[in-house]
């Protein structure tokens, strides 16, 4: 079987600024929420049989408190953010398993059950659908893979290295290096993409690199510089790191059955009519359920 674990997160803000918005009979906005049902429905029609979602259910995490430039809502659209609750309402009633984090990230928990499923008996692959570079460092082989659903694009660990210049296991250092601005982090100065994976094709992890840069390969062009930014700024490089690095701890499931998708509960009918979609309810009843 395969496995689908979806960036309910990635999934919510990518409806909320692609689909027109729609409100309840209370005025609540709904129309994130309605898409992103419907993304799910396509993915149980063209086969999914086991699921799980992970959801921000609220932005700042464990992160934060080690960094305090760390991503928080600040900025958020308020319709999009109310919409969360509703979201994770709306699939755990269409009977999908949701992780909805508070303490760790949606990335987290996506590397967590990624890791565990690959475990499991029975399991051929796992899939994770978000484009998220974060998430590439779970990439294992044809075993553990990416998929870009907007693009249709599966990336697996050849493609993360076409992608960035290095392996999987060397994304955090790599992250540490550049930064990531849409988590808040900025990285070292004079470290871009090109300079980073020249150096990490080499040396996997920041501990790979010679401190002395003349012992630098060959390859590696403005060795000297990109050691002093380094060295001089170690901590942060270590720090940034830590932020980029997922958690594999988090307690997401203890069977594999439990993502085994069995058809909507009860309460999924009259969620449907609060989100003005009687046809959500139709489609999803008439997908074929595996057992």
């Given at each position: 079987?395969?496995?689908?674990?979806?960036?309910?997160?990635?999934?919510?803000?990518?409806?909320?600024?692609?689909?027109?918005?729609?409100?309840?009979?209370?005025?609540?906005?709904?129309?994130?929420?309605?898409?992103?049902?419907?993304?799910?429905?396509?993915?149980?029609?063209?086969?999914?049989?086991?699921?799980?979602?992970?959801?921000?259910?609220?932005?700042?995490?464990?992160?934060?408190?080690?960094?305090?430039?760390?991503?928080?809502?600040?900025?958020?659209?308020?319709?999009?953010?109310?919409?969360?609750?509703?979201?994770?309402?709306?699939?755990?009633?269409?009977?999908?398993?949701?992780?909805?984090?508070?303490?760790?990230?949606?990335?987290?928990?996506?590397?967590?059950?990624?890791?565990?499923?690959?475990?499991?008996?029975?399991?051929?692959?796992?899939?994770?659908?978000?484009?998220?570079?974060?998430?590439?460092?779970?990439?294992?082989?044809?075993?553990?893979?990416?998929l870009d659903r907007r693009?249709?694009?599966?990336?697996?660990?050849?493609?993360?290295?076409?992608?960035?210049?290095?392996?999987?296991?060397?994304?955090?250092?790599?992250?540490?290096?550049?930064?990531?601005?849409?988590?808040?982090?900025?990285?070292?100065?004079?470290?871009?993409?090109?300079?980073?994976?020249?150096?990490?094709?080499?040396?996997?992890?920041?501990?790979?690199?010679?401190?002395?840069?003349?012992?630098?390969?060959?390859?590696?062009?403005?060795?000297?510089?990109?050691?002093?930014?380094?060295?001089?700024s170690w901590d942060d490089?270590?720090?940034?790191?830590?932020?980029?690095?997922?958690?594999?701890?988090?307690?997401?499931?203890?069977?594999?059955?439990?993502?085994?998708?069995?058809?909507?509960?009860?309460?999924?009918?009259?969620?449907?009519?609060?989100?003005?979609?009687?046809?959500?309810?139709?489609?999803?009843?008439?997908?074929?359920?595996?057992?």
């Amino acid at each position: 079987m395969d496995v689908y674990l979806i960036d309910g997160t990635y999934e919510l803000f990518r409806h909320y600024f692609a689909v027109p918005g729609a409100t309840d009979e209370k005025g609540n906005e709904i129309g994130a929420v309605r898409g992103v049902l419907a993304s799910m429905i396509s993915l149980l029609e063209k086969g999914a049989t086991h699921l799980g979602v992970a959801t921000d259910h609220v932005v700042e995490s464990f992160r934060n408190d080690l960094y305090a430039g760390y991503k928080t809502g600040e900025g958020v659209p308020e319709e999009l953010m109310s919409q969360f609750p509703l979201l994770e309402e709306a699939l755990g009633a269409m009977g999908i398993l949701v992780w909805a984090m508070i303490e760790f990230e949606a990335d987290d928990a996506l590397a967590a059950a990624a890791v565990k499923a690959a475990q499991e008996k029975g399991v051929d692959k796992v899939i994770i659908c978000t484009p998220d570079k974060d998430l590439s460092q779970c990439v294992v082989a044809d075993k553990i893979v990416q998929l870009d659903r907007r693009k249709n694009e599966i990336r697996n660990a050849e493609g993360v290295v076409t992608k960035f210049g290095i392996k999987p296991e060397s994304i955090p250092d790599y992250l540490a290096l550049v930064g990531d601005t849409s988590d808040g982090y900025p990285g070292l100065p004079g470290w871009g993409a090109k300079g980073a994976a020249s150096v990490l094709s080499v040396y996997p992890h920041l501990e790979d690199i010679p401190r002395d840069a003349k012992s630098w390969h060959s390859s590696i062009r403005g060795s000297a510089k990109l050691a002093d930014t380094l060295f001089t700024s170690w901590d942060d490089a270590i720090l940034f790191r830590q932020l980029a690095t997922l958690r594999t701890d988090v307690p997401v499931f203890d069977h594999i059955d439990e993502l085994h998708w069995k058809g909507p509960t009860p309460a999924f009918e009259a969620l449907c009519t609060r989100l003005k979609s009687p046809n959500l309810f139709k489609k999803t009843n008439a997908v074929p359920r595996s057992f």
